[in-house]
T-cell receptor
């Protein structure tokens, strides 16, 4: 596809469940970012990959959050034992290289009940 | 640490009127500055950016912004608002050399009245 694709678009999870959110970046894009956007807030950085290497995970809010990009293309953000405060839109973005502009996906809206 | 402040969480203008969305930043190093637009249930789209060079930056859809180092500001303007401009606008800052690890403001929702 032409853009960054995220799935699912919407996810409802019961508190305590594990979830996995997928991001398909633009083909050939080396850099991949995950952001969390709470309701009424701006996006907040979670983690960054360059190819398959996770170079910065300083924004992950707890050890329940885990991200991977094993082959340097598709990335998965996993949240274990979801809590209500995890409810947010999770945005994925990719770029050709770190100094290039970001292209954002439409996000996955996670609701934890 | 870098931070971004957007004055006004909600701005309302009439169609055809001037749009002014304010953004101030703090950064200890020369920053890169960005404005993104977000339509409902969509991701963010880059409107314009300042990296180096000319301080008046023109972007898509008739928007422009001016980097004023002395005022640590990067306000977004458009001479004449259109109904299709109604959206949420985010100002962001990053370290020099990176356009990826962005610090965003809380956003300003722009409403356009007919």
């Amino acid at each position: 596809g032409a853009g960054v694709s995220q799935s699912p678009r919407y996810k409802v999870a019961k508190r305590g469940q594990d979830v996995a959110l997928r991001c398909d970046p633009i083909s050939g894009h080396v850099s991949l970012f995950w952001y969390q956007q709470a309701l009424g807030q701006g996006p907040e950085f979670l983690t960054y990959f360059q190819n398959e290497a996770q170079l910065d995970k300083s924004g992950l809010p707890s050890d329940r959050f885990f991200a991977e990009r094993p082959e340097g293309s598709v990335s998965t953000l996993k949240i274990q034992r979801t809590q209500q405060e995890d409810s947010a839109v999770y945005l994925c973005a990719s770029s050709f290289q770190l100094s290039s502009p970001l292209h954002f996906g439409n996000g996955t809206r996670l609701t934890v009940t | 640490a870098q931070s971004v402040t957007q004055l006004g969480s909600h701005v309302s203008v009439s169609e055809g009127a001037l749009v002014l969305l304010r953004c101030n930043y703090s950064s200890s190093v020369p920053p890169y500055l960005f404005w993104y637009v977000q339509y409902p249930n969509q991701g963010l789209q880059l409107l314009l950016k300042y990296t180096t060079g000319a301080t008046l930056v023109k972007g898509i859809n008739g928007f422009e912004a001016e980097f004023k180092k002395s005022e640590t500001s990067f306000h977004l303007t458009k001479p004449s608002a259109h109904m299709s401009d109604a959206a949420e606008y985010f100002c962001a800052v990053s370290d020099e050399g990176s356009q990826g690890n962005l610090i965003f403001g809380k956003g300003t929702k722009l409403s356009v009245k007919p």
